[in-house]
DNA sequence: GGGGAGACAGACCTGTCGGTCGGTCGGTGA
DNA sequence: TCACCGACCGACCGACAGGTCTGTCTCCCC
């Protein structure tokens, strides 16, 4: 059991390194020595607890980004209250993360989407699903919040929630090459602007 | 001079060749002699004509993608009507051959940007200068379009440029991962709303 | 206290990559 | 006709990738 325990202490600290490194530089240019040598282990000690370089991949879209998406984007947009609001200030935290921490786990999940896109089936797959689910929680709380009268029935929930999360994927892109902090104050106001034209009982 | 039109075409076919695997496959997933197999060429035509992998990248980024991203972002909206109908239909008209050919530049433009970003900042470099490139002339749109009154002076002509290629770079990602015409049309039905929201002398 | 299993080390294998280099070939001008 | 040059060929090189395999160390259990 007390190895157990120190296996998947490896495992984990394997899995962080990995996702900060392909994030960083990308899977098909991060070999398996660089993320290796940053954590002062051999390829024995991988191999001994991977198959391969794409089951590790895998399990790090399974265990830690799925967490990270879910903790960041879609519990915090779950609430009752405006929808609008909520994914407004979701956003707007998850920016501000951006901004000072290179590696906000939204934007993690575009670029690997990008990356494998077209070239690896299988992890695309899982990288899919976790944006499926994003998708999926926003068209629910939007769906919600009609109910509750925040915006009236006949706006798209499918197309709103496709347009917050290309938006979102595009900003994060555009990001990286510079000016940060003045692309998101620029986002998140035309985001309040396309929001207010659809709010209801408007809190802006 | 007849060797010098031979050289050229030459050259010309190893960069359309060159972009459509590099696009498709991805730049540093894609080897020479994946393209050279492609053309029927060899090693040495390639570095007869090029220095480097690198420099072939930077010819192929200069001379074929900011040609096709001026023709066919740029150009479009440089009317003198309402700015958002031209953008609009520029973006539609981007959107709907992205449908059936999966190379439209625009978002080649995107995807490359990706790819680059923090890996190689001479490719990066020039590969910016286009898209600010597209940006410049959509803020010079939208201000054209304050003078002739579609929309009011408050609005923030530069947030507005930045939302719309954020959005539109994050809507081509997502269209690569299957359901094109889906998407497109929420899309589009969006950012009618969105424009919608802002335009005075509303011709929608 | 010794043996067996878990956790890892690291030399090594094979394939592929970007890049080099001597050689070839066809047209062209003298 | 023959030297020459632009355009190209393809064998080869070293670096490095992912993956394998054998050996080793350290606990724990009996």
Request: charged letters at 25%; proline letters at 2%; glycine letters at 6%.
């Amino acid at each position: 059991m007390e190895k157990n325990l120190k296996s998947r202490a490896t495992i984990n600290r394997m899995q962080q390194k990995g996702l900060e490194l392909f994030y960083q530089k990308g899977y098909y240019t991060t070999s398996l020595d660089d993320i290796l040598k940053a954590l002062q282990l051999s390829k024995g000690a991988f191999y001994y607890h991977f198959q391969s370089k794409e089951d590790f991949m895998v399990s790090i879209v399974q265990h830690l980004l799925f967490r990270k998406v879910y903790s960041m984007l879609i519990e915090p947009i779950e609430g009752k209250e405006d929808p609008f609001r909520n994914i407004e200030t979701c956003l707007e935290n998850a920016l501000e993360i951006a901004e000072h921490n290179p590696m906000d786990f939204g934007f993690v999940l575009g670029n690997f989407m990008n990356e494998f896109n077209g070239k690896n089936e299988n992890v695309s797959r899982y990288l899919n699903d976790i944006c499926k689910a994003w998708e999926v929680s926003l068209v629910t709380a939007l769906q919600k919040g009609k109910s509750d009268g925040y915006l009236e029935r006949h706006h798209d929930s499918e197309g709103i929630a496709t347009f917050v999360i290309s938006s979102y994927f595009g900003v994060r892109s555009l990001m990286v090459g510079g000016n940060p902090r003045m692309l998101r104050y620029q986002y998140m106001q035309q985001l309040r602007c396309y929001f207010k034209s659809m709010a209801l009982k408007s809190t802006f």
